[in-house]
């Protein structure tokens, strides 16, 4: 069969769909899949094998644009899809399948998309209880159905691509390397307060490692804050200077990834690096970094989860109250057990 599949926007949830992916395969060997994606989770799509075909959406994020999305259905009608599967859950998303004529649509209920979507499904939220069940679930003939064991994502990585990365930025590969991710696109209240990820970076280098931030443009303040307070060479503020392919390598490399709730960390768990991940806002059993090889630090206080972007009582007790020594303690662990003392 071959299958239009029209991605999430934001990076976290395109590295989960890879789930899905795997599963079409896993159960239709030789089926074609291809992705509609926006701009930036492309570099993503292209590390995984299970993707024949990339599209690359020509609209905006939140943006209606009526005639533009009329216009690439009309270019896609030819492609001869026999399936279109349809991850968000908005009306926007919905519309260029059908302009497409793709004889089959599935997707779930949600924003008035009755005719748009003919394979219309429903969940079980105590079942489908986190967003990758609910992407692998729509991969099934029927919302009748039972859900599959659901396969970690896994993304390719590329040497050739580290070497000329390392060599640009002037990286030491040889020594060990601890990567922290301090963004989060989605707001504040998803990230662990940025003193914090200083006073941990001066920790590690005082102990041999080295501490590559990564992020974007919009984080290099972020990377500044924490290299500015440490001033050591082997902290390196890597935010803005990278491509999202160079960041999957980079990753890859180090032996721990130190993260908040965000695509970065789920990129991380994609290439089995072992993910520390922080969890204020956001849940650690709806969105977890899928791999076998991580700690979660989620204090799971009365008001956590809220999914706010910024915390609404002011306190930000969730992530503040998350203390660098455990943390520490947590990435020494994984390195080897190497035992330092920590002041209070």
Sequence with gaps: MKRLVVGPSWIGDMVMAQSLYKSLI???PGSKIHVVAPTWSIPVLGRMPEVDRILEFPVGHGELALKKRWEFGQKLQKEGYE???????????????????IPLRTGYRGEWRFGLINDMRSFDSSI??????RFVFLGLSSDKDELPSVPNPELFTD?????????????????QSVVMMPGAEYG??????ID???????????????VWILGSEKEARLGNAISNFVKNHNVINLCGKTSLEDVVDLIATAKVAVTNDSGLMHIAAAVKTHVIG???????????????TKDIFHLDLECSPCFQRECPLGHFRCMKNIEVGEICSAVITVLGGTKMEYQS
């Design 188 to 193: 504040p209240a998803k990230r662990w307060p």
């Design 278 to 292: 922080l969890y204020g806002s956001s849940s650690p059993s709806f969105t977890p970094p899928l791999t076998e």
């Design 128 to 133: 489908l209880n986190q967003t990758v069940k």
């Design 26 to 28: 896993n159960r239709e």
């Design 196 to 210: 914090k990820y200083a006073q941990l970076a001066s920790r590690l280098v005082s102990v041999g490692l080295q």
């Design 159 to 175: 040497t050739e691509n580290l070497l000329l990365v390392a060599d640009r930025l002037k990286l030491n590969l040889e020594k």
């Design 83 to 101: 399936q279109a599967i349809i991850l968000p859950r908005s009306l926007k998303a919905s519309l260029m399948p059908f302009f497409a004529s």
